[in-house]
């Protein structure tokens, strides 16, 4: 199973951007899709997580500003962030936890993509 991240980049304060992370391999259901991030000197932080059934959770921080959203078919997670400010600059990682395979129920990261707010 590998997870490909894609979307980040460098967006002025208050721009927008969408990422998205694709697990590819044999997958037969995902438990748990997400997105972490980790800025400079910081620890890892979850950013928002959403079930198979739609149910969301977000960080404080983020909270009306970013939007998780998932593609069950494809296996895939969308992270919408909108307002973004110079405090989001980090790398950002996605995650998927009770990913059900031939090898059994396995969690897995995927390689971090950049996201730098700045003017």
């Known amino acids: 199973v590998q997870l490909q991240a894609s979307g980040g980049g460098l967006v002025q304060p208050g721009g927008s951007l969408r990422l998205s992370c694709a697990a590819s391999?044999?997958?037969?259901?995902?438990?748990?899709m997400g997105w972490y991030r980790q800025a400079p000197g910081k620890q890892r932080e979850l950013v928002a997580v959403?079930?198979?059934?739609?149910?969301?959770n977000y960080a404080d921080s983020v909270k009306g500003r970013f939007t998780i959203s998932r593609d069950n078919a494809k296996n895939t997670v969308f992270l919408k962030m909108n307002a973004l400010k110079p405090e989001d600059k980090a790398v950002y990682y996605c995650?998927?936890?009770?990913?059900?395979?031939?090898?059994?129920?396995?969690?897995?990261w995927g390689k971090g993509t950049q996201v730098t707010v700045s003017s």
């Open positions: 995650k998927v936890d009770g990913a059900a395979t031939p090898v059994g129920v396995m969690d897995y």
């Open positions: 391999g044999s997958i037969f259901s995902i438990h748990l």
């Open positions: 959403i079930t198979g059934t739609g149910g969301t």
